[in-house]
Nanobody, 125 residues
Framework: QVQLVESGGGLVQAGGSLSLSCAASESIFNTNAMGWFRQAPGKERAFVGAVSRSGGSTLYADSVKGRFLISRDNARSTVYLQMNSLKPEDTAVYYC??????????????????WGQGTQVTVSL
């Protein structure tokens, strides 16, 4: 069953912006921290960012800090990833995930309860 539904992927020019969304069922969303990961061709899946259940705490990978913003709308049971100043190296399949805490999402490997299906983001020069 698909319980995390992502949208917003696409093609964007370097320096541009793109916003990803991940809608979850209310029961899952209300009991989990949410996070974003990405996997580029030939590379391992990497942590991008995470937001706590309340939305009061966020974590980011160094590679995206200052450029990407993660947020959640509890009323809509949706987590967002706003990506700005995109670079070609940001090209990857982006996945959303749910886990008990942001620490669980940041763990290597991440201790996740649910994964989204992934959405392709391609950044061209």
């Amino acid at each position: 069953q698909v319980q995390l539904v992502e949208s917003g992927g696409g093609l964007v020019q370097a320096g541009g912006s793109l916003s990803l969304s991940c809608a979850a069922s209310e029961s899952i969303f209300n009991t989990n921290a949410m996070g974003w990961f990405r996997q580029a061709p030939g590379k391992e899946r990497a942590f991008v960012g995470a937001v706590s259940r309340s939305g009061g705490s966020t974590l980011y990978a160094d590679s995206v800090k200052g450029r990407f913003l993660i947020s959640r709308d509890n009323a809509r049971s949706t987590v967002y990833l706003q990506m700005n100043s995109l670079k070609p190296e940001d090209t990857a399949v982006y996945y959303c995930a749910a886990a008990g805490t942001t620490v669980s999402l940041r763990s290597i490997p991440p201790r996740t309860n649910y994964w989204g299906q992934g959405t392709q983001v391609t950044v061209s020069l």
